[in-house]
């Protein structure tokens, strides 16, 4: 211990992570983070940077209809009633520290905003709600002085936009009240580039302003620093093993640590072997390979849930390049189809939803199409289809097809041609009445939160017979694996016998999901990953304060 300054080991600098050690600091642990890649932000700097909380500080204050009973009713519905205690458990212990925890990163300076008409994702589900979701202002990334040029997509160029701005802005050419906002925004941030700002949204607004925290706490990070082993004395985690630049090292961790390295999207043995899947198309960053998984799993630990991703439904943009299909399957003039031709689902529902149902009807084993009518590209903006450099790209490729007809289209496509004919007239019928009688699209809040409300009678179905039509290759992505460590209500792993492995916590991806196989909102990822980092590090804390003097 004397030539180190850090008693608690936090490998990951995602959302988890950094509140893990921001939290650690606060209760007077010494933390230190390892960081696999070379730069720290994880998958939360490439996300929406949206956090599930219900009944957060924010809603009291605006006293939004909303109690902490609703939301237990709502995550205990989405878990089922044959969940166990352990999981009943690790629910309520997120809905009673969540709240708890946006306030003490309100207290050490992140300034919160609230996203008051985002629907839950199961709006049918008891004690569901709206607005329970929350986000980080825009912030300044020159702030962070140097350590800002190691964050993930440090140089990407982009609006310092909110998530309630992505609606607006993909109907920009819809009204002149839209296109004046966008432009609004376009404006804004060439202004204050050149400034000399470095303005950030989303995913990355939400770890630089945790980053600005860790910097003021004076914690210590090393990057490009991969986690290898745990160290294990009298059945204790004491400590890892690390590599960095060919050599490596073992760092003591007499208080602890925590694994917030993310899932095991990026690995395809893993994939393999614990889901059964040779074919995957992800959205997670390169690095999420499971080290945490390995090492862990390798003294003992049990796992959970390792079978389910959330999944995220993705045009195929190129060999390993996907677009998020959020809108697109929501707005007017769009439906989802199977080689047969056939629609099998509500397209609009939730992310979660649709590409589960999508892999569950062999969208992983055969070619599934978003169907989309000339008029469709050229009312909405979308980031990768409104860019003819990347059309051209998608169609050389073959993952675009575009035609005159629907036969053509079909012909084009490997879809049965009269399959696609009598869906679509079928589909246009139910677009005039406004009522989807097969799968009650636009009828939930959540349906038409992504939809046009200026589109009459139903916000979210359209006419397809505008040509010429086009074609997307729609795959059941994910944004990550959502199964890991199995761990329990105070962040610690467990073991294959279900007792806690003393010293060794999980957050994030790393562990298994506090809610199953659901997904209860935007922003339940980061929420749950955000929460069990600031259980385990209180934890921690706690476990060393009762610690013998050594």
Known sequence: MADQDFDFIVVGSGAAGLVGAITASRL?????????????????????????????????????????????????????????????????????????????LADEGVSWMRTADHPDYYPDAPGSGIGRTMESMPFNGRKLGNRFQSMRLADFDMPAINSGMFGPLTRAWRSPGLLLGAAWIAGTHKLRTLLGQKPLGNGRALVASLMQIVLARKVPIRLSTRLVDLVVQNGAVTGVIVENGGCRQQLEAPAGVLLAAGGFARSADLRK????????????????????????????????????????????????????????????????????????????????????????????????????????????IFAELSQKSIREQMMAAGFLQQADTIRDLAKACGIDPDGLAATIDRFNGFARSGKDLDFNRGDTAYDRHWADPEHRPNACLGEIQNGPYWAALLRPGDLGTNGGLKTDQQSRVLDTDDRPIAGLYAAGNSSGSP?????????????????????????AARRRSNAPLS
């Open 28 to 104: 007077g642990l010494k933390p230190l983070i390892v960081e696999k890649a070379d730069s720290w932000g994880g998958t939360t700097a490439t996300s929406g940077g949206v956090l599930w909380v219900p009944h957060n500080h924010l809603m009291i204050a605006d006293k939004a209809p909303d109690t902490t009973e609703a939301a237990r009713t709502y995550l205990h519905a989405l878990i089922g009633e044959d969940a166990g205690a352990r999981e009943v458990a690790k629910v309520d212990a997120f809905l009673e520290q969540a709240p708890v925890m946006a306030q003490m």
């Open 273 to 380: 072997r614990l889901q059964g899947r040779d074919k995957f198309w992800t959205n997670a960053i390169p690095e999420d390979e499971g080290d945490a998984y390995r090492v862990a799993t390798g003294i003992g630990a049990a796992s959970e849930l390792t079978e389910d991703n959330w999944w995220m439904p993705s045009i195929q943009v190129g060999p390993d390049q996907n677009g998020l299909a959020l809108a697109l399957r929501a707005l007017p003039g769009s439906i989802i189809v199977n080689p047969r031709g056939q629609r099998y689902m509500n397209e609009a529902r939730s992310y979660m939803s649709t590409g589960k149902i999508m892999f569950e009807h062999g969208a992983a084993e055969e070619s599934h199409w978003l169907i989309m009518d000339g008029k469709f590209l050229k009312r909405y």
């Open 515 to 539: 809610f199953g196989h659901s997904y209860p909102g935007a922003g339940a990822t980061i929420a749950a990953a955000t929460t069990f980092g600031y259980i385990a590090a209180s934890q």
